[in-house]
């Protein structure tokens, strides 16, 4: 498990970021309450996982793939809201979670940095210099998480294809959804 230092919170992701935003609408839709499924809009989103969500300002040519995904995380009481940005190979799993834990394990990962996003530090990790990825100053790009968390909202984007410069300047780019 890896802990966000400031804030004191274990810090987990999706297992299956992998999974198509269609895949988590299936799910969602037949596992939740009422609250769950997928929706058009990120307001629409907000009043249906019922905590306060941000949404994207800045893509980067990135697109949404799919809806907005609210789902349940690992508690009945707690939501998890997702989607995913993409463009060719490159890709940004954008995840939100009313609870103070991350719903699954980033897996093997190094820390390259922290970096300030919405008045937080947020700790960025890469799959990089371990098993067979590429050395962590390699220029290839590998996947990167970005992680962080507020007022009891943890928040992760996950990418793959994407800059370091690229996934923080997304983050930045972070408004209130509604």
Known sequence: MLIISRMSVIAVVIVGMAVSSVGFAGSALAAGPARTGTFKTWPAAQKAAGFK?????????????????????????????NALYAAGK?????????????????????????YRVD???????????????PPCS?????????LWAKHGVSYLLSSDGIRRSTIVGF??????AG
């Open 90 to 114: 490159a890709s940004i799993y954008w995840d939100q979670t009313a609870a103070k834990f991350r719903c699954g394990n980033i897996g093997v990962a190094k820390r390259l940095g922290r």
């Open 53 to 81: 969500l941000l949404k994207p300002t800045k893509t980067f040519g990135l697109r949404r793939q799919g809806g907005i995904n609210v789902m349940q995380c690992q508690s009945p009481t707690k939501l998890d809201v």
């Open 171 to 176: 983050a930045r780019g972070l408004r209130a």
């Open 138 to 146: 390699s220029k290839k790009l590998y996947p990167l998480n970005l």
């Open 119 to 133: 008045g937080v530090w947020a700790e960025l990790f890469g799959s990089c210099g371990v098993l067979r990825a």
